[in-house]
């Protein structure tokens, strides 16, 4: 009986299959992208025993590998875009200098994702991602002052000066006779140039660390250059500008962000906690930029810009090895120290436009080397004994970004920068174009 009642079921189950079967494929699918979405990723992101990266790809869903970062690019470049606009409407020259408050994409993802998940915020039922208005929100804000750089330099130059003399020549007749002739005469004309230059300097950046001040002082550089005149040794050039000289951090870090995470509901400290850990582990250049902002003295701002409008590639001007002769070698480059003697980190950033050859970790006399090529190949750069790379090779640069920062390896006994510039593989001295 019981059988025979199974055998009917089943009979109709096997009739009706065409209604139920795709119904039940439908509700587990539900089930699992539920899983896989929300469920699994909260789980793993509460679960402080697996390592950072982990927690914050669990909890966008994602999977740190190679792979799945591929797959998921498009929804990482949508994030990538609208974050670049932080510097919308600002020169290059203002963009150089509010570079390292550069805005995060992966704060901007993390954070949209964060209050847009119903599973964190109760107040919807479903995802409705948003990062227009996140970024509207959380973009930084910058103050600049107009300034001038004032240059008088002292040139010795060669002119050509035409004189009449009085000579004295014999006629055919052999009288002697007087006569004015013109001769052109090389003379030292000392001609004192002039040049202003206008400036604006960062005064302010309001971010989602907080609000940084920065301070300045007027400066007078006085320079005394060889002269090309035998008769006097030196040509002097003076350069008047603002430095700065002070950057007041924010008493709390992250306050401006909490209060913003609070406004939306997201109060635990372990969900603010996981955002700022995905944006690290995702976005090398925020984490390089944080380092920066929290340990740097800022005493050489601002950068120098040298011959061809090139960019000096770091903020330290201070020489530890010139190019030239050394020892038994030839040294191709200038060796520039850290800022804070002895400690790695400094930021180093591309010179010029171009396109990363050679981005490498290594342990070879040159230790973690960058080269990039620039305009059509013709000029390579090469930075050497860096500490970390925030470049691949194959990367386009643009002339200031942040390619990695000053450190130790290789043939080196203190943190500096061995700096070369090549013409057609040729070595150049680089202090002709940044004479510090
Ligand atoms: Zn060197």
């Known amino acids: 009986m019981a059988k025979k009642l199974l055998k009917i079921i089943l009979s109709i189950l096997a009739k009706t299959a065409v209604i ?3 119904i039940l494929v439908i509700i587990i699918i539900c089930y699992i992208a539920f899983l896989v979405i929300f469920a699994i990723p909260r789980q793993a ?20 590998d190679e792979e799945f970062y591929e797959d998921n690019k498009e929804l990482f470049e949508d994030y990538k875009e609208i974050a670049s606009e932080w510097s919308d409407g600002l020169s290059d020259d203002q963009i150089q200098q509010a570079k390292v408050h550069e805005f995060s994409w992966a704060i901007l993802a993390s954070v949209d994702r964060l209050i847009h998940d119903p599973l964190m915020n109760d107040a919807m039922d479903e995802i409705d991602i948003d990062p227009e208005n996140v970024f509207d929100d959380l973009k930084p ?3 600049f002052k107009d300034s001038v750089i004032y240059v008088e330099e002292e040139i010795w130059k060669q002119e050509e000066r035409t004189i009449e003399v009085e000579v004295t020549t014999t006629d055919e007749n052999g009288n002697e006779v007087m006569e004015i002739q013109e001769k052109i005469i090389k003379e030292w004309v000392l001609e004192i140039d002039k040049k202003t230059e206008d400036v604006e300097l960062i005064t302010k950046a309001e971010t989602i660390e ?4 920065y301070e300045y002082k007027q ?7 060889p002269s090309p005149n035998p008769n006097v040794e030196t040509q002097k050039k003076i350069i008047k500008k603002e430095i700065l000289t002070k950057v007041q951090y924010p008493a709390e870090y992250y306050e401006p962000f909490i209060l913003y995470l609070n406004e939306q509901g997201i109060t635990h400290p372990s969900d603010i906690e996981l955002v700022l850990e995905l944006a690290t582990a995702y976005d090398t250049n925020y984490d390089l ?8 003295d800022y005493s050489s701002y601002p950068r120098f810009v040298g011959e061809n409008e090139w960019l000096w590639v770091t903020p330290s001007t201070r020489v530890t090895s010139p190019y030239g002769p050394r020892d038994d070698e030839f040294h191709l480059a200038l060796d520039i120290g850290a800022v804070n003697q002895g400690i790695a980190g400094d930021p180093i950033w591309a010179m010029e436009d171009g396109t990363v050859t050679r981005a490498e970790e290594s342990s070879g006399s040159y230790g973690t080397i960058i080269y990039i090529k620039h305009y059509n190949d013709q000029i390579e750069t090469r930075y050497a004994h860096l500490d970390t790379l925030a470049v691949s090779k194959g990367d386009k640069v643009k002339k200031g970004d942040l390619i990695g920062t000053m450190g130790n390896t290789g043939r080196s006994t203190a943190a500096h920068l061995h700096f070369e510039i090549r013409q057609d593989g040729k070595a150049l001295n680089p202090a ?3 004479p510090f």
Request: glycine share 4%; no cysteine.
């Open 210 to 213: 907080g609000t940084f001040i």
């Open 219 to 225: 400066t007078e550089e006085v320079m005394h250059i």
């Open 20 to 22: 139920w079967l795709p």
């Open 45 to 64: 992101a509460e679960d402080i025993t697996i390592d950072a990266k982990d927690r914050v790809a669990a909890f966008f869903g994602f999977s740190k």
């Open 289 to 296: 930029n944080l380092t920066y902002l929290r340990n740097f």
């Open 141 to 143: 804000n910058f103050e």
């Open 432 to 434: 002709y174009f940044f």
